[in-house]
C-alpha cells in the first residue's frame, strides 16, 4: 500500500506540475509536450487505480494521435509570443471565472457522493471485481448493452462530425494535374499504342 | 520490514534482472539484424557487404557502436537543445519499452498483462515523438519538413495496423499475447482432421489479406523502405537526422532497428503461431520454443529487408493514398467479414 501511494503522489505531482506548465511555458511547442507529459501520469493514475484498459486508451488516442496532431499544428503555426502575451491581463478574468465555474461543479459532484448516501447508490452499475472481470469485458458488457442508445447517438454525432469537417475543407482544384491510379489500371495496349508505319525522309 | 523484502524487494529485483538479460540479448540480436540487414542488401546487389571486421564481418555493428560513441556529438547553436537531445532518447527508451509484455516463449515474459497488444499499440505510436522532437528542435529545414512527413505517415498506417489487430482479437477473444498464441495452437488443420500440420493453425492462413497489410503497414510504421519518406536522402539529404552525429545519431538508429525487431515480432505473435513448432512432430517439438520464435522473427525480418533491395521508393501521395483509400477500407471490410462469419458460424470465442 506505501509504494502505491508513493507512486500516486509522484504521478499526481508530476501530472499537476506539467499541466501548469502546459499554460506557463513560453513556448507553445513546449507547452504541447507538457500536455504529452500530463496525459502519459493521467494514463500511469489510471493503471494505478486498475483501470488498464482505459489507461491504454487515453495514450493510444490522445497520446498517439490527437496530441501528434496538436504538435504538428504547433509546429507549422508563425506565433508572434509578443502579441499573444498583451491580452493576457485583459482575459484572465473571463479565464479565472471558468476555472471558478468548473471547480465548483466539480466540487458539488463530487461532494454529493460523499455527502449524501442517495446520491452515492445512484452511481450506476458498480464496477465489477477486478479479478473476475477483465476491464474489456466489464467495459464492453455494459457499453453495448445496457448504454447501446447512447453510445451509438454519440458514434453518429461523431461521423456528422466527421463529415461535416470532410465538407468544409474538401475543395476539387481543376488547376492542378492529378494521378488517377483507375485510369492508369484501365488501360490497355490497344487504346494507347498505336503503331505506324513511316516512310523514309515523310516523317509522320 | 521482513515482509517488505518478500513482497517487493525480491520481486523488483528479479524484474530488473529480468529486463537487463532480455535488454542484453536484445541489443546483441539488434547488432546482428543490423548486419544481416546490410548483408542481404548487399548479396541483392551482388556485393560483399561488411566482410573486414572480424571473420565474414561479424563483428561490423561492435565496431560501428566504437566510433559512434567515441565521436564528438555536436549540437547546432541554434537548435532547442533539451529537445533535440530528448528526441533520440525518446526513441530509444519507447522502442525498448515495448518489449517488456513481448511473449519470446511460454510464459517468457517479463509483464504478462491483460492488456498487451493495446499496449504495443500505445508505445509504438509514441515512436512518432522523437522523431517530430528531432525534427523540430533541429530548426533547420529539411529535418522540419521530414518530421511533418513522418508524423502523417505513422498517424495514417497506424490506422489499419489497428483495424488488422482488431480482425485477430475477433478470432482470439483476448488482449493478452499470450492468449492470442495459445489461440492459435488449434484452428485451420484441426478443422481439417491434420493436427500435425501445425503450421495451417495460424492466422496467417485464414486471414491472409489481413497478414499483407500488415505487413506492409510495418514497414510503413517503422520507416523502412519503400515508405522511408522521412529519410528520403534524394529530397532531404538524410531527414530528421541532418543534424545528429555520434551518439545521439545512434540512439535513432538503435530505435529505428528495435522498432524493426518489434514489428517481426508482432507479425510473428499475431500471424505466425509465436514460439509454436510448424509442425507438431517430434524432431520440431524438441526444439525450445524462444528457438521458433527467433527464426520465424528471423523470416519476417528478411522479408523486410528483401523488400528494402528490390522495392523503389513510393511518392508521398501514393504513399497516402495506399493507407486511406486502399488499407483503410480494405482493413474495415474485413473487420466486418470476421465478425459475421464469427459470429453466424457459432466459432466466437
Same mark, same amino acid.
Given at each position: 500500500?506505501?509504494?502505491?501511494?508513493?507512486?500516486?503522489?509522484?504521478?499526481?505531482?508530476?501530472?499537476?506540475?506539467?499541466?501548469? *506548465?502546459?499554460?506557463? /511555458?513560453?513556448?507553445?511547442?513546449?507547452?504541447?509536450?507538457?500536455?504529452?507529459?500530463?496525459? @502519459?501520469?493521467?494514463?500511469?493514475?489510471?493503471?494505478?487505480?486498475?483501470?488498464?484498459?482505459?489507461?491504454?486508451?487515453?495514450?493510444?488516442?490522445?497520446?498517439?494521435?490527437?496530441?501528434?496532431?496538436?504538435?504538428?499544428?504547433?509546429?507549422?503555426? =508563425?506565433?508572434?509570443?509578443?502579441?499573444?502575451?498583451?491580452? @493576457?491581463?485583459?482575459?484572465?478574468?473571463?479565464?479565472?471565472?471558468?476555472?471558478?465555474?468548473?471547480?465548483?461543479?466539480?466540487?458539488?459532484?463530487?461532494?454529493?457522493?460523499?455527502?449524501?448516501?442517495?446520491? /452515492?447508490?445512484?452511481?450506476?452499475?458498480?464496477?465489477? =471485481?477486478?479479478?473476475?472481470?477483465?476491464?474489456?469485458? /466489464?467495459?464492453?458488457?455494459?457499453?453495448?448493452?445496457?448504454?447501446?442508445?447512447? @453510445?451509438?447517438?454519440? /458514434?453518429?454525432?461523431?461521423?456528422?462530425? *466527421?463529415?461535416?469537417?470532410?465538407?468544409?475543407?474538401?475543395?476539387?482544384?481543376? =488547376?492542378?494535374?492529378?494521378?488517377?491510379?483507375?485510369?492508369?489500371?484501365?488501360?490497355?495496349?490497344?487504346?494507347?499504342?498505336?503503331?505506324?508505319?513511316?516512310?523514309?525522309?515523310?516523317?509522320? | 520490514?521482513?515482509?517488505?523484502?518478500?513482497?517487493?524487494?525480491?520481486?523488483?529485483?528479479? %524484474?530488473?534482472?529480468?529486463? #537487463?538479460?532480455?535488454?542484453?540479448?536484445?541489443?546483441?540480436?539488434?547488432?546482428?539484424?543490423?548486419?544481416?540487414?546490410?548483408?542481404?542488401?548487399?548479396?541483392?546487389? %551482388?556485393?560483399?557487404?561488411?566482410?573486414?571486421?572480424?571473420?565474414?564481418?561479424?563483428?561490423?555493428?561492435?565496431?560501428?557502436?566504437?566510433?559512434?560513441?567515441?565521436?564528438?556529438?555536436?549540437?547546432?547553436?541554434?537548435?532547442?537543445? $533539451?529537445?533535440?537531445?530528448?528526441?533520440?532518447?525518446?526513441?530509444?527508451?519507447?522502442?525498448?519499452?515495448?518489449?517488456?509484455?513481448? !511473449?519470446?516463449?511460454?510464459?517468457? +515474459?517479463?509483464?504478462?498483462?491483460?492488456?498487451?497488444?493495446?499496449?504495443?499499440?500505445?508505445?509504438?505510436? #509514441?515512436?512518432?515523438?522523437?522523431?517530430?522532437?528531432?525534427?523540430?528542435?533541429?530548426?533547420?529545414?529539411?529535418?522540419? #519538413?521530414?518530421?511533418?512527413?513522418?508524423?502523417?505517415?505513422?498517424?495514417?498506417?497506424?490506422?489499419?495496423?489497428?483495424?488488422?489487430?482488431?480482425?485477430?482479437?475477433?478470432? $482470439?477473444?483476448?488482449?493478452?499475447?499470450?492468449?492470442?498464441?495459445?489461440?492459435?495452437?488449434?484452428?485451420?488443420?484441426?478443422?481439417?482432421?491434420? !493436427?500435425?500440420?501445425?503450421?495451417?493453425?495460424?492466422?496467417?492462413? !485464414?486471414?491472409?489479406?489481413?497478414?499483407?497489410?500488415?505487413?506492409?503497414?510495418?514497414?510503413?510504421?517503422?520507416?523502412?523502405?519503400?515508405?522511408?519518406?522521412?529519410?528520403?536522402?534524394?529530397?532531404?539529404?538524410?531527414?530528421?537526422? $541532418?543534424?545528429?552525429?555520434?551518439?545521439?545519431?545512434?540512439?535513432?538508429?538503435?530505435?529505428?532497428?528495435?522498432?524493426?525487431?518489434?514489428?517481426?515480432?508482432?507479425?510473428?505473435?499475431?500471424?505466425?503461431?509465436?514460439?509454436?513448432?510448424?509442425?507438431?512432430? +517430434?524432431?520440431?517439438?524438441?526444439?525450445?520454443?524462444? +528457438?521458433?520464435?527467433?527464426?520465424?522473427?528471423?523470416?519476417?525480418?528478411?522479408?523486410?529487408?528483401?523488400?528494402?533491395?528490390?522495392?523503389?521508393?513510393?511518392?508521398?501521395?501514393?504513399?497516402?493514398?495506399?493507407?486511406?483509400?486502399?488499407?483503410?477500407?480494405?482493413?474495415?471490410?474485413?473487420?466486418?467479414?470476421?465478425?459475421?462469419?464469427?459470429?453466424?458460424?457459432?466459432?466466437?470465442?
Amino acid at each position: 500500500m506505501i509504494l502505491q501511494s508513493v507512486f500516486f503522489y509522484l504521478f499526481s505531482a508530476v501530472l499537476l506540475i506539467s499541466a501548469l *506548465m502546459v499554460i506557463g /511555458a513560453r513556448n507553445p511547442v513546449h507547452s504541447v509536450l507538457f500536455l504529452i507529459l500530463a496525459f @502519459f501520469n493521467a494514463a500511469a493514475l489510471f493503471v494505478l487505480l486498475g483501470a488498464e484498459f482505459l489507461a491504454m486508451l487515453l495514450v493510444v488516442v490522445y497520446v498517439g494521435a490527437v496530441a501528434v496532431l496538436f504538435l504538428f499544428i504547433v509546429m507549422m503555426l =508563425d506565433v508572434d509570443f509578443v502579441e499573444m502575451r498583451a491580452g @493576457f491581463l485583459q482575459y484572465m478574468p473571463i479565464g479565472l471565472v471558468v476555472g471558478v465555474v468548473l471547480l465548483a461543479e466539480l466540487l458539488v459532484a463530487f461532494g454529493g457522493w460523499a455527502v449524501s448516501p442517495d446520491l /452515492a447508490a445512484n452511481l450506476g452499475e458498480p464496477m465489477p =471485481d477486478i479479478a473476475q472481470v477483465s476491464n474489456i469485458e /466489464a467495459i464492453g458488457s455494459l457499453l453495448y448493452t445496457k448504454y447501446i442508445f447512447y @453510445f451509438q447517438t454519440a /458514434a453518429l454525432i461523431l461521423f456528422v462530425a *466527421m463529415v461535416g469537417a470532410i465538407v468544409l475543407t474538401l475543395h476539387h482544384r481543376t =488547376d492542378v494535374k492529378r494521378q488517377k491510379i483507375e485510369r492508369q489500371v484501365a488501360r490497355t495496349v490497344e487504346n494507347s499504342i498505336e503503331i505506324v508505319e513511316v516512310e523514309t525522309g515523310s516523317g509522320i | 520490514m521482513n515482509e517488505f523484502v518478500t513482497n517487493w524487494l525480491i520481486p523488483g529485483a528479479i %524484474m530488473v534482472g529480468q529486463s #537487463l538479460l532480455l535488454l542484453v540479448v536484445l541489443l546483441v540480436v539488434i547488432a546482428y539484424v543490423l548486419l544481416a540487414d546490410r548483408k542481404i542488401w548487399a548479396a541483392v546487389q %551482388m556485393r560483399r557487404g561488411p566482410n573486414v571486421v572480424g571473420p565474414f564481418g561479424l563483428f561490423q555493428s561492435f565496431a560501428d557502436l566504437l566510433k559512434f560513441i567515441l565521436k564528438e556529438p555536436v549540437i547546432p547553436s541554434s537548435s532547442n537543445k $533539451v529537445i533535440f537531445l530528448l528526441g533520440p532518447l525518446v526513441t530509444v527508451t519507447v522502442a525498448l519499452a515495448a518489449w517488456a509484455v513481448v !511473449p519470446v516463449a511460454d510464459g517468457w +515474459v517479463i509483464s504478462n498483462i491483460n492488456v498487451g497488444i493495446l499496449y504495443l499499440l500505445a508505445v509504438s505510436s #509514441l515512436g512518432v515523438y522523437g522523431i517530430i522532437m528531432g525534427g523540430w528542435a533541429s530548426n533547420s529545414k529539411y529535418p522540419l #519538413l521530414s518530421a511533418l512527413r513522418s508524423a502523417a505517415q505513422m498517424v495514417s498506417y497506424e490506422v489499419s495496423i489497428g483495424f488488422v489487430i482488431v480482425t485477430v482479437l475477433l478470432c $482470439v477473444g483476448s488482449l493478452n499475447l499470450s492468449d492470442i498464441v495459445h489461440a492459435q495452437e488449434t484452428g485451420l488443420a484441426t478443422k481439417l482432421g491434420m !493436427p500435425s500440420m501445425s503450421f495451417l493453425n495460424w492466422y496467417w492462413l !485464414p486471414l491472409f489479406p489481413m497478414f499483407v497489410v500488415f505487413f506492409i503497414s510495418a514497414l510503413a510504421e517503422t520507416n523502412r523502405p519503400p515508405f522511408d519518406l522521412a529519410e528520403a536522402e534524394s529530397e532531404l539529404v538524410a531527414g530528421f537526422m $541532418v543534424e545528429y552525429g555520434s551518439t545521439p545519431y545512434m540512439m535513432y538508429m538503435l530505435g529505428e532497428y528495435v522498432s524493426i525487431a518489434l514489428m517481426c515480432s508482432m507479425t510473428t505473435i499475431l500471424f505466425m503461431g509465436g514460439w509454436l513448432p510448424p509442425l507438431d512432430v +517430434v524432431p520440431f517439438t524438441w526444439l525450445p520454443g524462444v +528457438v521458433w520464435f527467433i527464426l520465424k522473427a528471423g523470416l519476417v525480418f528478411f522479408m523486410f529487408a528483401m523488400v528494402k533491395a528490390f522495392v523503389p521508393r513510393y511518392r508521398y501521395d501514393q504513399l497516402m493514398r495506399l493507407g486511406w483509400k486502399v488499407f483503410l477500407p480494405l482493413s474495415l471490410f474485413y473487420v466486418v467479414l470476421v465478425a459475421g462469419v464469427l459470429q453466424f458460424a457459432g466459432w466466437a470465442p
